[in-house]
């Protein structure tokens, strides 16, 4: 029976979130600069995509450059930017075949503007399609993300649409970039590094965390499924007693 097969379809995690981490150093293993490791991390992309929608899964988030990522050396930053451009511009139309719809999350108008524009172009030309959602989180951090929420409810305690007693917990979801995307089930971070590096903070609150030493460029198809069956042996109790779950 291949892995795949193992997978159990009744408890697939319809929302798995992953921080794609260690591209540099599988470069550095590879003796190249830290651009290879990223054009590498690619291939890993269109592999683990493929492989979420194939077993039916609804979302998939994507940590692809964080607000911090901004202070590495500049060469960096504007090679992984021009690398997004040419990823999204050439994938559209795999995501248009597989019936993949493309959302960003994070301070999108902070990307350089062809950048954004190819974006905008990518997530309009797949927005009708319904099988699984690819969420970019790009230029995205937890922080800035709630502090905007924040911003955002003050506002309209300010112009009296909204009163402090009407705040509850979907105040702030509604508030959040993920908004309209459920909470994912299972977080997988690869290169051995076990933080969350202000990633999805309020929505991980019981998000089964899945840490793996492959660096991202390994990543593949057998990667994810293993994430998934192990993210299925857990019990999830959300404060409840196992007795009370089953
Ligand atoms: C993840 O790999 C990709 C991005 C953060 C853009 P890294 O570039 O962080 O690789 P390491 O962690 O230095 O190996
Ligand atoms: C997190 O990886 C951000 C992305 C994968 C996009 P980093 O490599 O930037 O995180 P730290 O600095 O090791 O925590
Ligand atoms: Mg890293």
């Known amino acids: 029976m291949s892995l795949k097969d193992k997978i ?14 260690g591209n540099g150093r599988w470069a550095k293993q590879h003796g190249a600069d830290r651009i290879f490791g ?8 269109r592999d683990t995509v493929e492989a979420a929608a194939e077993v ?5 988030t994507l940590y692809a450059f964080s607000t911090e990522n901004w202070n590495r050396p500049q060469e960096e930053v504007i090679a992984l930017m021009q690398l997004l451009v040419h990823t999204i511009n050439a994938e559209t139309k795999t995501l248009n075949k597989n019936s993949i ?5 994070g301070d999108l108008k902070s990307l350089p503007v062809d950048c954004y524009n190819e974006l905008q172009e990518a997530i309009d030309n797949t927005k009708n399609n319904t099988r699984m959602t690819l969420v970019l989180a790009l230029s995205y951090s937890s922080r800035w993300e709630i502090t905007n ?37 299972l977080m997988i971070r690869t290169s051995g590094e076990n933080r969350i590096s202000n990633f999805l903070l309020w929505q991980l609150a ?5 840490f793996t030493e492959k660096l991202w460029p390994d990543f593949r198809k057998e990667d994810l499924y293993l994430a998934i069956l192990n993210y299925q042996t857990r ?8 007795e009370q779950i089953v």
């Open 8 to 21: 159990n379809p009744e408890t697939l995690p319809q929302h798995i979130a992953i921080i794609m981490d």
């Open 38 to 45: 990223h054009e590498n991390g690619v291939k890993s992309v």
């Open 56 to 60: 039916g899964v609804k979302f998939l």
């Open 101 to 105: 719809r493309l959302q960003a999350i």
């Open 149 to 185: 929420a924040v911003k955002q409810i003050a506002e309209k305690i300010e112009n009296k649409t909204l009163s402090v007693a009407e705040i509850n917990e979907n105040t702030i979801n509604s508030h959040l970039c993920t908004a309209n995307i459920p909470d994912p089930e």
């Open 206 to 210: 019981y998000t089964e965390l899945y």
């Open 235 to 242: 019990e999830r109790r959300f404060g409840k007693t196992s």
